[in-house]
Nanobody, 122 residues
């Protein structure tokens, strides 16, 4: 069984910073891309940032220059460094990972974490 656990959310003032972590555990053979999504109240879930197994990154236009995604493959963990936070960044942030299981019956699939709340006050 594979699990993703996010941490690092909280309440911060506009202009502040937070660092989110996403730790994957379980029967993991390999982790391909890892992504961060967010969902604000009344809005659809949106992709914020992606990092491939090789370290290539991509960002939503709304966070370019402010957010930075990274990963530690030895720890099966991805991070999202968020700087210059704005009230419109307020959302539940979710980690998603494309993981290949050791169990061939489970194969390769996407997993989601439970989410962590980020609230930015003005």
């Amino acid at each position: 069984q594979v699990q993703l656990v996010e941490s690092g959310g909280g309440l911060v003032q506009a202009g502040g910073s937070l660092r989110l972590s996403c730790a994957a555990s379980g029967s993991i053979f390999s982790i391909n891309a890892m992504d961060w999504y967010r969902q604000a109240p009344g809005k659809q879930r949106e992709l914020v940032a992606t990092i491939t197994s090789g370290g290539s990154t991509n960002y939503a236009d709304s966070v370019k220059g402010r957010f930075s995604i990274s990963r530690d493959n030895a720890k099966n963990t991805a991070y999202l460094e968020m700087n210059s936070l704005k009230p419109e960044d307020t959302a539940v942030y979710y980690c998603n990972a494309d993981i290949t299981n050791w169990d061939p019956l489970r194969g390769r699939r996407n997993y989601w974490g439970q989410g962590t709340q980020v609230t930015v006050s003005s």
